[in-house]
């Protein structure tokens, strides 16, 4: 008996360890501009950063509080646009930053309203693979100075 509760344990362990170790993705300063509570969208901001020696790709971003698209802001004849993306590259040991003007998020279909200031939203960000990761996103005024702490959970 004794034997199988050891053997239980280390399963246990190494199940464990290969689960905190599948990705390496960390996700800094996530944050959503604070909108008006008509706003039709509003984004969705924050930085990822890949450590490992592998390219990690996000593939989608989703919310209870919404619909979250992938977006990125592009420049044509000298008009700026948007338009939706599949997935987000992050190369390895590199990093990449979900901001205006950039790649962003952009969320819609809100349930309970659009998410007021001061309010944290959770975000569950999937990865190429199926990986997920929880997130906690404050929501702040426009070029207001947002958190920095990093709210991540596997």
Not at 8 to 27: D, K, P, Y
Not at 37 to 42: A, H, I, K, M
Not at 143 to 150: P, Q, T, V, Y
Request: glycine letters at 10%; proline letters at 6%; a negative charge.
């Amino acid at each position: 008996m004794k034997a199988r509760f050891c053997l239980f344990v280390l399963l246990c362990t190494w199940i464990g360890i290969g689960a905190a170790h599948a990705s390496e993705l960390m996700v800094h300063d996530a944050w959503i501009r604070g909108m008006p509570p008509t706003s039709r969208v509003v984004p969705v901001y924050l930085s990822l950063h890949n450590p490992s020696d592998k390219s990690l790709v996000l593939k989608a971003i989703s919310s209870p509080r919404g619909s979250v698209e992938l977006h990125q802001t592009l420049m044509e004849n000298e008009v700026m646009r948007m338009q939706g993306v599949e997935a987000i590259q992050i190369p390895p040991h590199g990093m990449v930053k979900l901001t205006p003007g950039g790649y962003h998020g952009m969320m819609s279909d809100f349930k309970a309203g659009v998410p007021a200031l001061g309010e944290e939203v959770a975000l569950t960000l999937t990865l190429e693979g199926g990986e997920t990761l929880s997130v906690t996103a404050k929501v702040t005024a426009q070029g207001e100075a947002h958190d920095h702490s990093m709210h991540m959970h596997h």
